[in-house]
C-alpha cells in the first residue's frame, strides 16, 4: 500500500510515513485507497488483536513491518478495551473504557502502536533516535511510557514548568534513562517552538536523529480505528444493530479514526463529535468557512485545539463543509455544562467521569428523540478520572479511586530538568 500527502506529495511507503510523520509538502498522509470490509471478513476474529490483524494486514502491505504485525498488535493491545453497559432505562448505550492503558488516556494506544512500528524501523544501540515530544499533558505522558526502555530510542518530553498538575507533571517525569524529561520556563507554544527549532537545526539534527511524535502521524490513527471496528462488530453480533459513536473531539484524531472505520465498511452508524468551547469545527459545520483561530482554555484540556490538525484528513476523505455535516454531527460542551455532566455521571452511572469524557455524556442526554430512540450508542471515554482528580472531586464530593496503572506511576521516582526557552538551553541539555 503507498501513501500520499492530502496536498499531493508522494507516493511513500508505510515506513517512511511513519518515520516523516508529516509529508514534506507540510500535508498528511492518508493511504492511496481505504481497503473495505464485510462484517464476515471478521468472522474468525474474537479479540482487539485479531481484529486489527484483519484490519490493518492491507496498510502494511509492501512494509518492512509486515512480518511484524502480530508482534505489533500484542505489544499495542497489551490491556483491555472494554464497553462497559451504562444504567440507562429502556436504551442499550455503553461507555467505551479506552482509558486502562499504562497513563490511563487513549492517546497510549496511537503512542504504543508507534513506538512498536519505529523502534523495529529505526532502533539503533549505536546512534539513537531521539524522539521529541512538546507536551501540554496527555501525549508526552503516553509517549514516553511507550518507548520507555526500548534499545536504541530516546525520548525528550518539554513542557511548561507550572502549567500542568501535579499528577501530569509526575507522569511526564517517572522514567527509566531513555526518557529525559524538561521542564520549561516558559509556554506550551515555547515548548513546541523549541522543539521546531531543534528539528530544523542540521547541527543538531545530525547529532542526534530527531523525529517527533506528534498526533498527526499515521501511526497513531491505524490503531484507533480497531478499538470502533472491535466494539462496533460485538454490539452489531449482540444486536444486529450498528452502534452510533460519541467522541470527545480536540485535534480530530480520535474521531477520524471512528470515521475512517466506517468508511471501510464496518457497522457504524451516526457519528458525533463532542467538542468543548473551542467552536473550530462547530462554526465551519454551521458556516461552511474554516476558521482556524487561538485556543480557548476550558476543563477538558486535552481538547483546547483552535487549528485541529485531522480536519485537512477529513475533508480529503470525506468532502468540505456541506458534505461532512451530512455525515457527521458536532455539539460544542461548556464548562458549565461539563460540570453538570460529571455531577449527573456520578449520581446516574455511579462512578466519575473525566472532563472530557462528559462532553460525550453530556452530548448523549441532549440527543433529540430520534436519534436517541432510533439508534444505540456508545459513548467514548477518553480518560480516567483520577487524572483529573483536581476538577473532578469537588463536583462529586468525595475521592476518585486511582486505578492501579496511575498508582504504580505515581509511586515511581521523578526526576526533571529545568531549561529556559531557549534553543542553546535545550542543545546544552541533549548533550
Ligand atoms: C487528546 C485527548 C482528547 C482529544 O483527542 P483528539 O484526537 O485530539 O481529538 C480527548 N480526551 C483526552 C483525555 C485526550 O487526551
Partial sequence: MQYFSTRGAGPVSLDDALRLGIAS???????EALPRFDVANFDSAETIPEVAEVLLRPFFDGSELAGDLDAILAETFSFPIPATALPV?????????????????????????????????????????????????????????????????RVVVLFPDGRVSERQAHQLCCWSDNVLSLKVKGSFD??????????????????????????????????????????????????????????????????????????????????????NANRTIADYFETLEWLPRASLQTLAS????????????????????????????????????????????????????????????????????????????????????AKFETIVEPLIGGPVPVPEELDALLSRPAHSVSIGPTLASLAKVLG
Wanted: proline content about 5%; charged content about 20%.
Fill in 25 to 31: 509538502d507540510g500535508g498528511l498522509f492518508l493511504p
Fill in 89 to 153: 432505562a429502556g436504551h442499550d448505550v455503553s461507555l467505551l473504557e479506552l482509558y486502562h492503558g499504562p497513563t490511563v488516556a487513549f492517546k497510549d494506544v496511537g503512542a504504543g502502536f508507534l513506538a512498536a512500528c519505529l523502534s523495529r524501523l529505526e532502533g539503533n544501540i549505536e546512534n539513537p533516535l531521539t524522539i521529541l515530544v512538546a507536551t501540554s499533558g496527555d501525549t508526552g505522558g503516553a509517549v514516553a511510557a511507550a518507548f520507555d526502555e526500548r534499545p536504541g530510542m
Fill in 190 to 275: 515555547d515548548c513546541q517552538a523549541l522543539v521546531k527549532g531543534a528539528m530544523a537545526d542540521p547541527d543538531l539534527n545530525t547529532a542526534h536523529r530527531f523525529s517527533s511524535a506528534n498526533s498527526i502521524n499515521i501511526g497513531r490513527l491505524l490503531p484507533q480505528s480497531t478499538y470502533y471496528a472491535d466494539a462496533s462488530l460485538r454490539h452489531f453480533r449482540r444486536t444486529g444493530k450498528r452502534p452510533g459513536f460519541i467522541i470527545p473531539t480536540g485535534n480530530l484524531g480520535n474521531a477520524f479514526a471512528c470515521i475512517m472505520a466506517r468508511e471501510m465498511g464496518l457497522p457504524i452508524g451516526p457519528v458525533i463529535l463532542a467538542t
Fill in 302 to 385: 486535552a481538547m483546547d485545539v483552535g487549528d485541529p490538525s485531522n480536519m485537512e484528513r477529513l475533508r480529503h476523505l470525506v468532502g468540505e463543509a456541506d458534505v461532512l455535516r451530512e455525515q457527521v454531527g458536532i455539539v460544542s460542551v461548556s464548562d458549565e455544562q461539563i460540570e453538570t455532566s460529571i455531577r449527573q455521571d456520578f449520581a446516574e452511572f455511579g462512578f466519575a467521569t473525566c472532563p472530557h469524557t462528559a462532553t460525550a455524556t453530556h452530548t448523549y442526554r441532549q440527543l433529540d428523540a430520534g436519534l436517541a430512540d432510533g439508534h444505540d450508542w456508545i459513548l467514548v471515554a477518553t480518560a480516567h478520572p
